[in-house]
């Protein structure tokens, strides 16, 4: 009984301390470029505050510009695999800035949350340098917090709105989350809250001066569409939920209804709050 216990232990600490790492699945394989899809796009590097080597594709439509969407894409694969996401908003008019953290793709350094929040915050910085209308924000699923954290105590002026798009209420809440799955770890799903800095959770950083759309599929099995409610309820207005039934994890603008939705959310620049319309949506 006492090897089964120290075993265990042994386990729930693996299990924590890889959890910064877990987050981050990166790859340096090439899946795709714009090229492919008959679209231009201009490789950009540019730096972190540490001095990390970081990379970027801005790509463009074929037909004039409506604006810009600027991505922060979620923990796995690399650029290279999410701008394809996105193709039909190209196709649509928009350009689309997508760059990649450290360690991802052709950007150098390693993997942390403090090093991705920074990368975020310059890719945003070189953005604004290079672009001088105002744009979106996007960050999807491990994106989204990077995003937010970025956002956080910034001078957002440029940007219209943000969208959170399937983010996690906490780096503590998602482990619980994750051991509570798991028969021999769900006793001890308490645990991440006690080991785990929520320096960098997302429920902490909403304060960012802008209109926030939030989405999520309501099959997602990654993270809960709860954790999309749990921050729409904490951030300020104005702001919008769109839940989408039956889309899985980053899914929700494969449906060709939100598609439209979102195309026509871009062409107003913002959310028209009223006290009077609660600002949720929910898709079939």
Not at 1 to 7: I, P
Not at 112 to 124: F, N, P
Not at 240 to 267: C, G, M, R, T, Y
């Amino acid at each position: 009984m006492r090897y089964v216990k120290s075993l265990l232990f042994s386990l729930i600490l693996l299990m924590l301390q890889g959890c910064a790492s877990h987050f981050f699945k990166a790859d340096d394989t090439l899946y795709s470029t714009p090229t492919a899809y008959g679209l231009n796009y201009d490789e950009v590097v540019f730096y972190s505050r540490d001095g990390t080597e970081l990379y970027a594709w801005h790509i463009y439509p074929q037909k004039p510009s409506k604006g810009l969407l600027f991505i922060a894409h979620g923990n796995a694969q690399n650029i290279s695999a999410h701008f394809v996401s996105w193709v039909w908003l190209i196709n649509a008019g928009y350009e689309v800035f997508i760059f990649d953290y450290r360690a991802y793709g052709k950007s150098e350094g390693k993997s942390s949350i403090k090093g991705s929040v920074e990368d975020t915050r310059a890719a945003l910085d070189y953005l604004e340098s290079q672009y001088k209308g105002q744009y979106f924000v996007c960050g999807q699923s491990l994106g989204g917090t990077m995003l937010l954290n970025a956002l956080n105590k910034r001078d957002n002026t440029h940007i219209k709105a943000a969208i959170i798009d399937s983010t996690f209420v906490g780096f503590s809440d998602i482990a619980s989350d994750k051991m509570a799955q798991v028969w021999i770890t769900w006793p001890f799903q308490w645990i991440p809250y006690l080991s785990i800095t929520g320096d960098y959770d997302a429920k902490n950083k909403l304060k960012i001066n802008l209109p926030v759309l939030f989405l999520h599929g309501s099959k997602d099995r990654v993270i809960s569409p709860n954790s999309s409610w749990q921050l729409y309820d904490l951030s300020d207005k104005p702001r919008e939920f769109w839940l989408v039934k039956d889309a899985e994890h980053i899914s929700s603008f494969n449906n060709k209804v939100i598609q439209k939705d979102f195309l026509d959310f871009l062409d107003k620049g913002k959310i028209f709050y009223t006290p009077y319309h609660s600002n949720m949506k929910i898709y079939d």
